[in-house]
């Protein structure tokens, strides 16, 4: 199977895995933290779960939640679900009291698979409400659990003799996993997507960077989350070749890393591209095998030290969700225009940026962004919660991802925003997402977030609430004044407050909706009780 057959006709991760075992059974697939493993090494070892889990009354459509981290059991966790048609839930390891309840209980999991240092969480919800969870598997110590439920080993588990199981019909259109989306404004949300979505993400990725069967991917990136799934387990599958999967993202091993596995790509978020791009070089650097470098956003300054002092090129220009991807990229090699997100993926979908009533806006003009597949099962199939709902961000097949863009006359998609988090002050909209792009370029700002508060004139007052880096010194009317030199005189915050830190979801997204909740506090700064006037030249 190639890559451009999986954009014209349907199939499913099984069928990948098979089409490989024909192909190069034995032959370097997946290194997982350290683990080699062939695809008839992962076949056979998630036949032997598959038994397992079947013994524990897995079938069609039951979830399979697993809490592990970047290991070769989460992988046999993976395959060894959707031999079943059982859909695999990977759970964020940094999930634990109500937020993994939730994902237990709103998943309906039959199986948990739980990682031996992680298992006291499951512990603590033992008096929880889990009716559906029939059985948990442990992996490593401890062995056993202080639970109600059966339990067994990882080892217990893998020791089944494989046995001819009823063909279980795997369709491209059945669920393989469903991903829960960290929730910013209310409890995160499982992104049901198809086998035939997984495959054809796989598919437009090794497209989009031309990757081949002498390519190696390299990555940090966790499996509970939809991007090491699709590049490396699944993409891997596609184009031959193989990937390295590392548990944990380290800057002084990074290169030692490229140079241990042979990589020739990486598959990064765009912060550890800018961690790399300012550390100090490496010995290992020289004579590197990376001839690309995939990770978004990474700013115009990180893709030019890619290119120029690491001699890589950069896949930095894309735009999608975990409901849609990829909404726009740009081809490996090509030169983003500055601040992009490369340009629509008219192969797999229409794209539109359309106004309050749906009506298509001008170039130039922002609006949301949307997005309509050009096949069937191209993209996510609604919310696992809300299945038997009508589904709002799904208008008449147009996916609404309530981001904001605009398109230029070149055909370049610009992100502008999260619909949600753009301010708009006397007549004038306000890019939050532009303003912390100022704000985080201050030598004495750790991090920090620009939201809304409800003005008395009507609208929207800016308020800016940030993190200092440790031993900096700054006031606030000192930030307000250097912001004024930098942004729009509509756009000048009127309140600043400074914190220790700011509240955050378990993967470190900052909950605005609870900042704007907060308002102004008895430790915010107002400029205009302090009087400060701004000139609007």
């Not at 054809?200 to 499996?223: K, N, Y």
């Amino acid at each position: 199977m190639t890559t451009d057959q999986t954009a014209s006709r349907q199939s499913t991760v099984v069928d990948a895995l098979q089409q490989r075992l024909s192909t190069d059974p034995d032959g370097p697939y997946l290194e997982v933290d350290g683990v080699e493993l062939t695809a008839r090494q992962v076949d056979e070892a998630a036949a032997r779960l598959a038994s397992s889990l079947a013994d524990l009354g897995v079938g069609r459509g039951d979830r399979v939640a697993t809490l592990l981290d970047n290991t070769a059991e989460q992988v046999i966790s993976f395959f060894g679900s959707l031999r079943l048609a059982a859909i695999q839930v990977p759970i964020n390891t940094a999930y634990k009291g109500d937020f993994l309840r939730h994902v237990l209980e709103d998943s309906g999991a039959r199986v948990l698979i739980v990682q031996g240092d992680y298992a006291h969480r499951f512990e603590q919800l033992a008096g929880e409400d889990l009716a559906d969870l029939a059985a948990v598997v442990v992996v490593g110590e401890p062995d056993d659990l202080n639970v109600s439920i059966p339990t067994l080993t990882w080892a217990k588990a893998l020791s089944a003799t494989p046995r001819d199981l009823p063909d279980a019909g795997v369709a491209p259109g059945d669920l393989a996993c469903l991903i829960y989306t960290a929730g910013t404004t209310g409890p995160s949300k499982g992104c049901m997507l198809s086998h035939n979505y997984v495959v054809s993400l796989a598919g437009q990725i090794a497209r989009a960077w031309q990757r081949g069967p002498d390519d190696v991917i390299l990555t940090p990136l966790p499996l509970f989350h939809f991007n090491a799934i699709s590049v490396c387990v699944v993409g891997t599958l596609l184009t031959g070749g193989h990937a390295a999967i590392v548990r944990k993202f380290s800057v002084s091993k990074f290169w030692p890393e490229v140079k241990r596995t042979g990589a020739t790509m990486l598959s990064m978020l765009g912060s550890l591209a800018i961690l790399i791009a300012n550390a100090e070089d490496h010995p290992d650097q020289a004579g590197h095998s990376l001839r690309l470098c995939a990770a978004a956003p990474m700013p115009p300054d990180t893709d030019r030290v890619w290119r120029e002092r690491f001699g890589c090129a950069t896949f930095s220009g894309g735009y999608g969700l975990t409901e849609a991807s990829l909404i726009s990229m740009l081809p490996a090699g090509e030169i983003n225009s500055v601040g992009a997100a490369g340009k629509p993926n008219t192969h797999e979908f229409d794209v539109r940026l359309v106004d309050e009533g749906d009506n298509e806006v001008e170039v130039g003009t922002v609006g949301e962004i949307v997005c309509r597949p050009k096949g069937p099962n191209l993209m996510f199939t609604g919310y696992w919660s809300m299945r038997d709902a009508p589904n709002e961000v799904l208008v008449d097949g147009w996916f609404h991802t309530g981001d904001l863009g605009r398109l230029d006359e070149e055909g370049f998609l610009y992100f502008v925003d999260r619909k949600k988090d753009y301010l708009r002050r006397r007549g004038e909209n306000i890019s939050s997402f532009e303003m912390e792009r100022t704000l985080l370029a201050h030598p004495a700002i750790k991090d920090g977030a620009v939201h809304a508060v409800p003005s008395d004139q009507g609208e929207d007052d800016v308020k800016v609430t940030a993190v200092l880096n440790e031993g900096h010194e700054l006031g606030e009317e000192d930030l307000c004044r250097w912001m004024a030199e930098r942004v729009p005189h509509f756009a000048i915050p009127r309140y600043v407050e400074f914190r220790n830190d700011l509240p955050r979801n378990p993967v470190g997204r900052v909950l605005k909706y609870q900042l704007r909740a907060e308002g102004v506090t008895a430790t915010t700064w107002d400029r205009e009780e302090a009087g400060i006037k701004f000139d609007r030249g």
